[in-house]
């Protein structure tokens, strides 16, 4: 005897002829990929197309939503917690166990699969794949025309169809693959969400999580934002704080597609003159990274005195030579150096430009000391930028 079999899914008839199968109620499924680790000769086996392994007991079908993310030596897929697992075993992989299919809005692809297992097909005609419907908190958001995979005559037939649709760039608490079957039932998989998006601020040489150190008014610092490309979004900026203050203009990082669902950018900005607390965000479009700190130190500055081991003591008279050091990064290009007496100022001091001197920044100032200043302490400050450095103190004394 053969029993006619008409299933309706979203309004697409899908028809068979297959013998001595009693329909059931369909089965939704989801199945997420992660990465497998095979040996090369074995990267690009079976996958969806291919002809699967266990098959259900009649023609049960079964739709799953499969996450493809990033490159990957091989892709497989594991089933989602709370799901069924589908009849059909393309791509899943060797050895699985069900995981917490948690998305993020934007991120990858999805995979769905309509799996009916294996039935007793007499005849392939009349087949024609689906369109699936997908849910973001109960609003539907897009329909997916599936193919159909291959199909054969005869008995234990495997029969599914398949389709790929991008990550949904919205959250949602609960995203539902559905389908309607014959007679108006509604059969629900079971509930995904989708995390909020945020473009994934990276500093070079930092930790990916905690504060960061460096050095204020040294070099420039690197900065790189990654989105997920289904946003569609092709510059991010980063903007910036002092101390809580408002720092600079925004940064903007053009993006481009780096990765399979990933649009990234790098550039680099100049480190801000004063020490303190230096706070980054990037936006891209409507999303906010999470905030990074840079703790931003003082830069190490010295004025040495030359040839005037301590004690020293200088002419009156004469003069007095300074060695003025600074990081090799420093932005800033001279410094200005001057002299005290007792405590004051003895006049606006001197520029001198500094110089590469291997890993550091030099310059040699030479300050000339009064005849008047006999019996006085001297002493000398280099002014770098913002900091500040003081020579030893040095008595002078009769020529």
């Known amino acids: 005897m053969t029993t006619r079999i008409r299933w309706m899914v979203l309004g697409v008839a ?23 680790a095979v040996e090369p000769s074995t990267v690009g086996g079976a996958g969806i197309g291919g002809q699967g392994g266990a098959g259900g007991n009649g023609a049960d079908p079964s739709v799953g939503g499969q996450t493809m993310a990033g490159p990957v030596t091989r892709a497989c897929f594991v089933p ?21 299919c948690g998305l993020e809005a934007g991120r990858g692809r999805l995979r769905i699969a309509l799996d009916y297992g294996t039935v007793d097909l ?59 079957v014959e007679g108006g039932e509604i059969v629900r998989g079971p509930v995904l969400t989708v995390g909020a998006s945020r473009p994934v601020l990276m500093l070079p040489g930092c930790p990916d999580q905690g504060d960061c150190e460096a050095v204020a008014q040294v ?31 925004a940064l903007e990082i053009p993006l481009e597609d780096v990765a399979e669902g990933v649009r990234s950018g790098t550039r680099s900005m100049t480190i801000p003159d004063e020490a303190g607390t230096w706070t980054l965000q990037a936006t891209a479009g ?34 007095a030579t300074v060695l003025v050091t600074a990081p090799g990064q420093t932005t800033v290009t001279d410094a200005n150096v001057a002299a005290f007496l007792d405590g004051a100022a003895t006049g606006e001091g001197v520029n001198v430009t500094l110089k590469s001197c291997g890993m550091e920044k030099c310059a040699l100032a030479q300050l000339p000391i ?29 020529p």
């Open 219 to 249: 070099g420039r610092r690197p900065f790189t934002v990654a989105i997920p490309s289904g946003f569609g979004v092709t510059s991010a900026f980063v903007k910036s704080t002092l101390n809580n203050i408002p720092f600079g203009t």
């Open 370 to 398: 009064p005849k008047s200043a006999n019996g006085k302490m001297w002493r000398a400050t280099a002014v770098v930028g913002r900091y500040r450095a003081d020579s030893a103190i040095a008595s002078v004394v009769a």
């Open 14 to 36: 899908l028809s068979s002829a297959c013998k001595g199968v009693t329909p059931s109620s369909p089965i939704l499924s989801v199945e997420i990929s992660t990465v497998e």
């Open 80 to 100: 989602c917690k709370g799901s069924p697992v589908a009849p059909m075993t393309d791509g899943r992989c060797r050895e699985f166990v069900a995981v917490d």
């Open 286 to 319: 409507e999303m906010r990274s999470q905030p990074r700190d840079i703790i931003l130190t003082a830069p190490s500055i010295a004025a040495t005195l030359q040839d005037c081991p301590a004690p020293c003591t200088l002419p009156a008279g004469g003069a």
């Open 122 to 180: 007499e005849s392939t005609a009349g087949f024609s794949s689906p369109t699936v419907q997908v849910l973001a908190n109960s609003v539907a958001i897009s329909e997916v025309k599936l193919q159909t995979g291959p199909l054969r005559n005869g008995q234990n037939a495997h029969v599914y169809s398949f389709g790929e649709l991008p990550t949904p760039t919205v959250a949602a608490a609960a995203l539902i693959f559905q389908t309607t």
